[in-house]
């Protein structure tokens, strides 16, 4: 039994959604790189859900590229709050804009 792809992109949806919100309306700085991730993940579900239906394995090979993309965004992400963290003991997005120079 499978699931139907109408269902996996309504999914996909309402998983990018909750990303794209906790983006939108956050001011900490790790909680908007946590809404972009999410928004990233909900795109590889689709992705993946489409590859599996149509049966042509280059969205699961995109994915992969998704997938690399993202950790290489969380380690840049991480080290800016990191940085902001030393500097400011902070980590309110209004902060960034302190570390210029």
Do not use: T, Y
Not at 14 to 42: S, T
Not at 46 to 58: C, I, K, Q, T
Not at 62 to 91: K, N, P, Q, T
């Amino acid at each position: 039994m499978s699931v139907p792809l109408e269902h996996v992109l309504l999914l996909s949806v309402a998983i990018f959604a909750i990303g794209l919100a906790c983006a939108l309306f956050r001011r900490k700085f790790l909680f908007i790189l946590l809404g972009v991730e999410i928004m990233l993940n909900a795109a590889g579900l689709a992705l993946v859900a489409g590859s599996a239906v149509w049966r042509n394995p280059e969205g699961q090979v995109f994915w992969m590229l998704l997938a690399a993309i993202a950790a290489a965004e969380v380690a840049v992400g991480l080290s800016l709050l990191i940085h902001l963290h030393r500097r400011r003991h902070s980590g309110d997005v209004d902060e960034l804009r302190s570390l210029r120079g």
